[in-house]
């Protein structure tokens, strides 16, 4: 089984820059998730999609973060423009819907480390 | 907001000493996700638990879920060098699953 794809691996960027990210999640997910990872701390929820619709997406930027869900499958990430926190590895996992009793397992992508120079 | 804590922040031990991660959330969780991240690598999950006061183990891993369903700990029976990694716990609220801010653990061999 194919795990979640992530492109691409590495970006390094000058502040005020723009930035996109692609996820593929594995096939038959239905949630979708992207975090936030700061060296050293744990991940940072950023927006969940259910299928295309966004569940949460409270701790997103909005002002300078969006993201899209087109057909409920690949999800792209876009910060514009970008400032010098913004550096950190952004990771996406996908699982299966979310029970009525609580959460599945999350499988995550290798993630894109981005460095905001 | 759901909080999780997570305690110790580091632990550096010798190869076959126990090392335990310990997890608090603010609110009470329907459950917590342990996972396990390795040196570059991203989070891998290990184990899920769901009932008050339950225990399940993999191995040389231990996990526990508090009476309460606010804490939870990882405990880890004689250490190998394999383990080493950054230990995350995640708790489910109402909303959302909450990452603590990880364990990491070193071993010297």
């Known amino acids: 089984e194919a795990g979640v794809a992530q492109s691409p691996r590495y970006k390094i960027i000058e502040k005020r820059q723009s930035v996109a990210f692609w996820c593929n999640p594995i096939?038959?997910?239905?949630?979708l998730y992207w975090y936030q990872q700061i060296l050293g701390q744990g991940p940072k929820l950023l927006i969940q999609?259910?299928?295309?619709?966004?569940?949460?997406d409270s701790q997103l930027p909005k002002d300078r973060f969006s993201a899209e869900r087109l057909k409920g499958v690949d999800s792209t990430l876009k910060i514009q423009p970008a400032k010098l926190e913004d550096s950190a590895v952004y990771l996406c996992?996908?699982?299966?819907?979310?029970?009525?009793?609580?959460?599945?397992?999350?499988?995550f992508g290798p993630g894109t480390r981005l460095t905001v120079t | 907001g759901q909080q999780v804590m997570q305690i110790p922040q580091y632990q550096h031990v010798q190869e076959g000493e126990d090392f335990t991660t310990y997890c608090n959330s603010s609110?009470?969780?329907?459950?917590i996700q342990w996972y396990k991240q390795r040196p570059g690598g991203h989070p891998v999950f290990l184990i899920q638990?769901?009932?008050?006061?339950e225990v399940k183990k993999q191995k040389r891993l231990t996990f526990q879920f508090g009476e309460a369903k606010k804490n939870s700990s990882l405990h880890i029976t004689a250490t190998q060098t394999t383990d080493v990694g950054t230990y995350f716990c995640?708790?489910?609220?109402?909303?959302?699953?909450?990452f603590g801010q990880g364990t990491r653990l070193t071993i010297n061999p």
């Open positions: 996992a996908s699982s299966l819907s979310p029970s009525f009793f609580g959460s599945y397992e999350q499988y």
């Open positions: 096939s038959g997910h239905a949630t």
């Open positions: 999609f259910q299928n295309n619709g966004v569940v949460d």
């Open positions: 609110t009470t969780l329907s459950n």
């Open positions: 638990l769901v009932k008050s006061g």
């Open positions: 995640a708790g489910q609220g109402a909303q959302k699953l909450v």
